[in-house]
């Protein structure tokens, strides 16, 4: 599979009240092939929705990409873009669906208008052509009667309704990339099913990318082909979905997965992770899951860079290269971390 | 966009004060448009010696002022003029305040600043002075100078407005949408800005529009608005002041259309307000919803359960 987006090296960086600057994502690589889903996993505020905005350069201000950092689509660098050459890239090569779908459309305009607004931008096309092509795709997202719902205004739809026309907006243009940020977050749990099962059938007719962001493991499961989580703006574990639900390695993955209630097995109590994700200002030195980590690493003073840990599996843990022996449980979160609940990047 | 305004004026409609403004700004529109086709030359003068402040009766409904003129003729004629100044002027207003304050809220920083700065200074100083010292530039003060310099000087809190309402809009979920989806800046002005800020623009142009009709009518009394012998109801009230006691309906009268318009106007400025207040349901109710359209969607299955059980599934060895 060839690959369609490179990210290297991703940093975003923001001014803080000491004059400094804080960076919420700090580093993030990954790379995704055309038709491939990646899933993007973590906490509020661990940088993954940053992440998505920096891939379309819509970082809010007075936020910026540090140089140094690589996004490259294809071969386009995106990072090197302006003006409309840059919003070709937007809506056309990389499409953008959003949390709340109450709030992402236009109050005012028809959903048909909306959905043929994008088409209008990127091709020359009638209007007769684009009220077709905005049918089809109404239809493709799973909308019954979309001619009705061509003409109807967005408070007239149900959240599932609405997320949809979301998801048919962003395929306008067709792009290659399916950015899914929190897709279904916002959304009843019966409807949340209904819309993962359009974004699985997009990929499969169109053969186009998902970058899927979530911090709902139960919406990864057997729906991605490989999972990178993230932990105070790093990626801290990446593997195919398989591998990471049978062999989560990084402590923090296995926090994740101990803190989510499991339907077989013998019933067990959960364990949530101790703590709370720090905030990019308080990251401590060294690895950053160091203040939550149930094992105490000689190393850890140490930031690890990703280190294979496995086939196609990578973490950044130095567990990867030097095991430690029993697993000693570490005393309740300090008080350092305790306090940092807020979230400030998601 | 049609739709929901369509329902907005619906939902103004719906209210008693609404209703009764709508329709008394329409007869009063009426009046002034129909009105001197059928009247008496509102600048002729039949008998200046006998005819002059006649009492109203059958010849004049509303008697005749100091120059045997026709008080009826002079109050619908001036009424054009009055009204003309006031939609006018309004307009001009609310173009203005809309643009400085899309630019200033859309684009923030140093042109945020310096406008804002600048809207600060001319709201320092009191509008009629402003307009007194413009308008003592002209030695007979044009119409079109009295539309332009009123409405230049009524855009200031306007423009406020339409910047807090971006300021808040550009916050927006669907905003940033717009923006991942390849629209540029003045896209976004323009489609996606504009038109959901427009709801309190449209009820402080309205309410501008009564604003006018008093100032002009101010102005027109200070002898530094309408001039003579067009007549404006400011005017005519000026021109009468003299016989106030004896003839008392010379400025009676035009002083009913002035409160009368500015009532209608602030009744239906009032109801389209409510209409366009989001807290208030009336405007989601008054739009049907498409018949066709069910009202809950299928469901199919529980998500949870199907998630987590992929998920157990995938963790056992054997999967």
Redesign the interface.
């Known amino acids: 599979m060839t690959t369609l987006l490179d990210v290297q090296d991703l940093r975003v960086s923001f001014p803080d009240a000491a004059g400094g600057r804080i960076q919420p994502v700090d580093g993030v690589s990954f790379a995704i092939a055309r038709g491939e889903m990646l899933a993007l996993v973590g906490e509020s505020g661990c940088g993954k929705s940053l992440t998505s905005l920096a891939l379309?350069r819509?970082v809010p201000?007075p936020g910026r990409i540090e140089p140094g950092s690589r996004v490259r689509l294809g071969d386009t660098d995106v990072l090197a873009l302006r003006g409309?050459a840059l919003?070709?890239?937007?809506?056309?090569r990389i499409?953008?669906i959003?949390?709340?779908p109450m709030?992402?459309?236009?109050?005012?305009?028809?959903v048909g208008d909306q959905i043929t607004?994008?088409m209008h931008?990127?091709f020359k096309l009638s209007k007769a052509e684009a009220r077709e092509r905005a049918l089809a795709l109404l239809e493709e997202v799973g909308i019954?009667?979309p001619v009705?719902?061509f003409?109807?205004?967005p408070?007239?739809?149900?959240g599932?309704?609405r997320q949809r026309v979301?998801i048919a907006?962003?395929l306008?243009?067709q792009p290659e990339l399916l950015i899914a940020d929190e897709p279904?977050t916002a959304l009843d749990?019966?409807?949340?099913?209904?819309i993962?099962?359009v974004l699985d059938r997009l990929r499969a007719t169109r053969g186009m990318a998902i970058l899927l962001i979530t911090h709902?493991?139960?919406?990864v499961?057997?729906r991605a082909d490989r999972v990178c989580v993230m932990y105070a703006g790093q990626i801290v574990e990446e593997a195919p979905?398989?591998e990471l639900?049978?062999n989560p390695r990084h402590p923090y993955t296995q926090g994740l997965?101990a803190s989510?209630?499991?339907?077989?097995?013998p019933r067990e109590r959960l364990t949530p992770i101790k703590g709370s994700v720090p905030p990019p200002s308080a990251w401590p030195t060294g690895c950053r899951f160091r203040p939550r980590c149930p094992i105490v690493h000689p190393r850890s003073a140490e930031l690890p860079p990703l280190l294979d840990a496995g086939p196609a599996h990578r973490m950044r843990c130095w567990l990867a290269v030097e095991p430690v022996g029993p697993v000693e449980p570490v005393g309740p979160a300090s008080a350092t971390d305790r306090g940092a609940a807020e979230d400030r990047t998601a | 966009?049609r739709?929901?305004w369509r329902a907005a004026l619906a939902a103004a409609w719906g209210r008693p004060g609404g209703r009764l403004g709508t329709l008394l700004l329409l007869g009063i529109v009426a009046a002034v448009a129909l009105g001197p086709f059928l009247l008496p030359d509102p600048a002729a003068q039949p008998d200046i010696l006998g005819g002059a402040n006649l009492a109203p009766g059958a010849g004049h409904l509303f008697g005749t002022d100091q120059l045997s003129r026709d008080v009826l003729a002079r109050v619908v004629a001036g009424g054009r003029v009055s009204l003309a100044v006031g939609g006018l002027a309004a307009l001009l207003s609310a173009t203005l305040g809309l643009l400085v304050g899309l630019a200033a809220g859309y684009r923030?920083g140093a042109v945020d600043a310096v406008l804002m700065r600048l809207v600060d200074a001319a709201l320092v100083v009191p509008r009629l002075f402003l307009l007194l010292l413009l308008l003592a530039a002209w030695e007979r003060v044009p119409l079109a100078a009295l539309v332009v310099v009123i409405g230049a000087t009524g855009w200031f809190a306007t423009s406020r407005l339409v910047r807090a309402e971006v300021l808040r809009l550009k916050a927006?979920?669907?905003v940033?949408?717009?923006?991942?989806?390849?629209?540029?800046g003045r896209?976004i002005i323009f489609?996606?800005l504009l038109?959901?800020a427009l709801g309190p623009l449209v009820v402080a142009a309205t309410l501008g529009v009564g604003e006018v009709i008093l100032l002009e009518a101010g102005l027109s009394f200070l002898g530094l608005g309408i001039q003579p012998p067009t007549p404006s109801w400011g005017g005519m009230i000026y021109d009468a002041k003299d016989v106030l006691v004896t003839a008392p309906w010379g400025s009676v009268f035009p002083g009913l259309a002035i409160v009368l318009t500015v009532l209608a106007v602030h009744l239906v400025g009032d109801a389209l307000h409510a209409a366009l207040d989001p807290r208030e349901a009336a405007i989601?109710a008054a739009?049907p919803?498409?018949a066709?359209?069910?009202a809950?969607?299928p469901?199919?299955?529980?998500?949870?359960?199907?998630?987590?059980?992929?998920?157990?599934?995938?963790?056992?060895?054997a999967?």
């Open positions: 379309l819509l201000e409309g919003r070709e890239i937007r809506g056309r499409g953008m959003f949390q709340d709030t992402s459309l236009n109050p005012v305009f028809r607004e994008g931008a990127h019954p009667d009705a719902r003409d109807a205004y408070h007239q739809l149900s599932g309704m979301m907006i962003a306008a243009a279904t749990v019966t409807v949340q099913a209904q993962l099962e709902d493991l139960g919406v499961a057997g979905t398989a639900f049978r997965f989510v209630p499991k339907l077989t097995g | 966009m739709g929901s923030g927006e979920p669907f940033l949408a717009a923006e991942a989806l390849g629209a540029g896209r489609r996606h038109p959901n989601v739009v919803a498409p066709s359209i069910p809950a969607e469901v199919t299955r529980l998500d949870l359960e199907a998630g987590l059980a992929r998920m157990s599934d995938s963790r056992e060895p999967a």
